[in-house]
């Protein structure tokens, strides 16, 4: 049974995939919560975990599972994270894994295991226990959309995207589901995102691939500036699709990265877009840093401040709050050489206030759902982008409610 | 005319000092918007600045002006900042020094200059020019605590602290004003303050003094992480009270430190207190690190959380997430050693929730106004603390608004 998926309408198949998903009442009644994504073969895996130095559970058991470079399946559930649960914490990801193992029969240290939800609970085992046998029977009865649903925490939509390419004259296919949508900072956030491929890819180059992919997409966005415990990105490649494996270097590698990037993309922006009580995304750009490190530096620290994502839920043009970040984000500036936009609305030339209709211009562009800001320092030829949400009432209500 | 204010119901002056604070519509009209603090004699001035690059045109000229180490007078205005003002900017913060200067018959290079409110607005230097005849002669017909007033932006209460001190048998007097309350992040904030002390302080000893005093105060608060383009501190010393200088090293030095420290300090609090939509003084406390560079960046990692302080807002026990922000900060951790407490209800042992009672407990002591979060990350010597506020609704009302 292949995966299906609706493209702007069409049916997507990811051959070689199965995926279930069920209630194991980890959250509350009603919501799928525990998901499988299994491998027909032993698919080639990359993966990247939080750069967190508190690691859950799952996370530091997925760390040395995929450090072979192949599994057969993924397990995850949602509401309970399994991070800051100790010794008992570690057993209950290992017992998860061996479980899933046993039931579809497979090697135990090829099964990825993780975990979103609150920290410092230990994981209802034996509710996890009970819905194991049900998750593996209907492993090939869901779609990856129920699996992209069963991740979710605070999220208000399930998040999905999905590409097809060619190689070597055969047809393949990427998919991929991510979850948000609190905690989420670069390097990486309480971000989950599982891809599937059918192409065959050499392991070398689908790990260099989808780390580029991940710097490119995932670490470019922020919500809150907080960087969790449980983040993990991975992507299986069943090689079913029947091309040569994609190696570094070739036409069809850059082809595929380039359609791995533009899914990752997809899904970080639809993560800021449903970041807790987001109400805009944001593209920050900025433009003649005197290198690049200095530019990312800039725009995350306009896309981190509290100042500036509550003026942007107030469509407040408060261009004084943007340079100020830049000014304390350790970026090289001139006050004197800065220039800001809104979109194509000039704000700011050479440090100062354009002055005219720039105020009522720019006020409208802040109105709209998606808009850019881009800073030009004149200083040299870095440039970066980071994407970012507002700050608004329901990010408090959400987040000072969460665990009640 | 010498300054007065009230301590306890105790009236504290110091000698030499005169004040003024007239309403020059920079803000909305019936609101003190300009003060003076006049000094009678050339007195030592110490002052520290805002670390943010772009600074404010203010602070560029009361850098060169307090460079030289003696001051006569100190003007600041609120509800604009003259940031992000460019030449125009730097010529009305010039031209208000040579007004105060002319009014009062003293060097123009002698008057330090600040302001706080909106960034890129030119200053209203009409309404300005004309207030200066009024505020200088109106010196020494206003209280330090109407310069406290003056001075407010969002702030809800003035902020003012004196201590009185001895030295070579010669009593003297400290008295400080600060304003806060967004945009507060160490090194510095928007965040104002001015000291006059009528003791006579050795120029190099003040500069030091009062440096490690703002290090150990101003620098550990912060509110939302913003660090602002208009900081500035300073303290002048009139030395009328007839003492000897007071010298480092000396017993007399000790005590005006621990004085200035203990006014620095209580000031600090008040802003965080007073801190945009704040509604608790949560002081956080790292030990056991490795050193007390990764206490500190540990204990602002936490500080400046947002799902930290929403949680805090919440009156929810969450202590998650603050070992997730520790863990991030880049300061090292065990995961498995880390302690947790919130004031003297241990939550976290070794890494793990303790269990039992401790989440009613600890839920109990958020529900106070003030309290501590102790981290003890058992790994070596290093301590520090920040004291930083909640994340509340009234935040983002503040901030969405602040323009309009």
Redesign the interface.
């Given at each position: 049974m292949d995966c299906e998926m609706v493209e702007g309408g069409k049916s997507v198949k990811v051959k070689g995939f199965r995926f279930s998903a069920v209630e194991a009442a980890v959250k509350k009644p009603g919501r799928l919560d525990l998901a499988l994504i299994l491998s027909e073969v032993p698919a080639a895996v990359a993966a990247v975990f939080t750069?967190?130095?508190?690691?859950a559970a799952p996370v530091l058991l997925s760390m040395q599972h995929a450090a072979g470079g192949v599994a057969r399946a993924l397990v995850v559930n949602s509401g309970n994270?399994n991070?800051?649960?100790?010794a008992?914490g570690m057993a209950d990801a290992a017992e998860t894994a061996r479980l899933v193992a046993e039931g579809c029969g497979i090697p135990e240290g090829m099964v990825l295991v993780a975990s979103t939800g609150?920290?410092?609970?230990q994981l209802p085992m034996e509710r996890i226990r009970a819905a194991i046998p049900p998750l593996v029977n209907a492993a090939a009865s869901r779609s990856m959309e129920e699996v992209a649903r069963a991740i979710m925490t605070t999220d208000t939509f399930p998040k999905l995207e999905t590409r097809q390419g060619e190689a070597g004259g055969k047809s393949y296919s990427i998919a991929g589901v991510a979850k948000g949508s609190?905690?989420i900072?670069p390097n990486m956030a309480t971000m989950l995102s599982f891809l599937v491929t059918d192409a065959a890819v050499d392991p070398a180059f689908l790990d260099k691939a989808f780390r580029r992919a991940v710097d490119s997409s995932f670490n470019i966005i922020t919500v809150?500036?907080?960087?969790?415990?449980n983040d993990m990105a991975s992507i299986m490649a069943s090689g079913m699709a029947g091309n040569a494996p994609i190696r570094e270097g070739s036409p069809e590698a850059a082809d595929f990265e380039s359609l791995l990037s533009g899914i990752l993309l997809s899904l970080a922006k639809q993560i800021v877009l449903d970041g807790e009580g987001a109400t805009k995304l944001v593209g920050i750009h900025v433009r003649g840093a005197v290198n690049e490190a200095d530019a990312k530096r800039a725009a995350m620290a306009v896309a981190?401040?509290?100042?500036v994502k509550?003026?942007f839920?107030?469509q407040?043009a408060?261009?004084?709050?943007i340079?100020?970040?830049?000014?304390?984000s350790g970026?090289?500036?001139d006050?004197?050489r800065a220039c800001l936009s809104f979109d194509d609305v000039l704000m700011?030339r050479?440090?100062?206030?354009v002055g005219g209709d720039a105020e009522a211009r720019g006020t409208e562009i802040l109105k709209k759902r998606e808009f850019s800001v881009t800073i030009d320092l004149q200083l040299g030829s870095g440039n970066a982008v980071v994407f970012t949400s507002d700050?608004?009432?329901d990010?408090?209500?959400i987040?000072?409610?969460?665990?009640?």
């Open positions: 750069t967190n130095r508190v690691k994270a991070a800051c649960t100790g008992q609150v920290i410092g609970k609190g905690m900072m809150d500036g907080d960087t969790s415990t981190n401040s509290s100042l509550t003026a839920f107030g407040d408060n261009w004084g709050r340079l100020a970040a830049v000014g304390y970026a090289e500036i006050q004197d700011v050479d440090g100062i206030f700050l608004s009432h990010y408090v209500t987040n000072a409610d969460y665990r009640t």
